[in-house]
């Protein structure tokens, strides 16, 4: 049987997180884990955890970590026996230091995009509530305007996405991101990667995870826009 290999993407918003996650797991066969999904699955499964984390959402606060522990760790347990890659969490150090007792990641990569780029990014980017699909009116707009392409239900704009509030999200992010990065940095698993362009990133992830997994990626998966 062959070695597991799990992993763990982090970035600020808007630094194309999912997007290099799901090349990942089309190239390397690794499971893609978004806490972001299992949010909203709970959520709408009105499980005990999902409807204590829409407690928080509705109040557009941050999960604590005890509650996203409670949610995810469950869920891993299940994927015992899975490769993965994990995308929105850890988040936080006491969340890295629950997920440690559980596995040891073999990599991390964390994306390192400037503010610049995560504004021109989030200004254009619209999201179906329900789902978490998200389209850009740049590169990769809804077939209708304003519409989910398959539910056809109406577009937002999370007030969070807008410039004045990117600030303030990307000192948080940094702010608690810190001890995460020096603990992945300090077990030598952390991988950043910096650049304006996630074509430009992909064939460098892609090349370091060819050598750690060592095998061939399945699937060379072109460059496609981020």
Known sequence: MAKLFRA???????SGKGTISK???????LQYLSSGHFLREGIAAKTEA????????DRSM??????????????????????WLLDGFPRTLEQALALNSLYQLDLVISLNIPYETLKERLSDRWIHPASGRVYNMGFNPPRLQGKDDITGEPLI???DDKPEALMARLRQYKEVAKPVIDLYKSQGILHPFSGTDTDRIWPYI????????DIQPSD???????
């Open 8 to 14: 763990a993407i982090m970035g600020p918003p808007g």
């Open 50 to 57: 999902g409807l204590l984390v829409k407690t928080y959402v």
């Open 206 to 213: 892609n090349s370091l995870l060819s050598t750690k997994m």
């Open 157 to 159: 704009q999370h007030d």
């Open 23 to 29: 090349r990942i797991a089309q190239s390397f066969g």
């Open 220 to 226: 060379a998966c072109q460059p496609q826009t981020p």
């Open 62 to 83: 941050l999960v604590p970590d005890h509650v996203m522990t409670s949610l995810m760790l469950p869920r891993l347990k299940q994927l015992s026996n899975h490769s």
